[in-house]
Each structure stands twice: as C-alpha cells, then as structure tokens.
C-alpha cells in the first residue's frame, strides 16, 4: 500500500494510508477484540509495536507464490519492546502474543 498506492500512484495521502493499516482495523475490531484498542495508536499506555519505515523505498515484495519475501524500505521493526527487525535484518526475537476475541463478546445470546 506505501509503495505502490501512496509513493507511486499518489491515490492516498501517506497518513491516510498509516489510518487504513493500522488505526481503521483497531477500531473496527474493539468491540469484539477489546485487546485491540492498545492496537495503531502511538500513546502511553498502548503496546509497543512500531514500524520504522523509509517512505520513499518501502516496498513489498512478496507474492502468492512466495509470502516470505520480506519487505524493503523497513529497517526497523519493534514488537512488545523488543527489535524483530534491526537495520533491516529479521533477528531471533518472538515477543508477539495472540489476540484473542472476549468470549462473552463471541458466545451467542439466548
């Protein structure tokens, strides 16, 4: 999306298309994943999952035939506090946790 829809066809302004992957899909998702509201948001309080990325180079390069073809213009990645992607090398880090749904926001009412 930054690389093709913003930097080269300029069908989106940059911070609407940070909106559209990050804050737009946390708040759809906060009534029924309450986790997701300490999700796309920079502020005290929220998780510490950032995406430092070169605006004029980031692209994607993978393919359905290849998912695992990373990225470039990504040199830093930073999931829980800790560096997954430094100086645009992946490292060993895991520090991801799952998202799960609230049960009583999934179970069905009677």
Do not use: N
Not at 10 to 37: F, G
Not at 49 to 73: C, E, L, N, R
């Amino acid at each position: 999306m930054l690389g093709k829809y913003v930097r080269d066809e300029k069908a989106l302004s940059l911070m609407d298309a940070l909106r559209k992957m990050t804050l737009a899909p946390a708040k759809r998702l906060e009534a029924r994943v309450p986790a997701m509201a300490a999700k796309g948001r920079v502020r005290a309080g929220a998780d510490a999952d950032v995406t430092i990325f070169d605006p004029a180079t980031v692209i994607d390069k993978s393919t359905y035939m290849d998912a695992t073809i990373p990225s470039t213009g990504i040199p830093y990645v930073i999931v829980r506090g800790a560096l997954v992607v430094d100086s645009g090398r992946v490292t060993k880090a895991r520090p991801g946790q799952p998202i799960r749904a609230s049960l009583r926001a999934t179970s069905a009412q009677p």
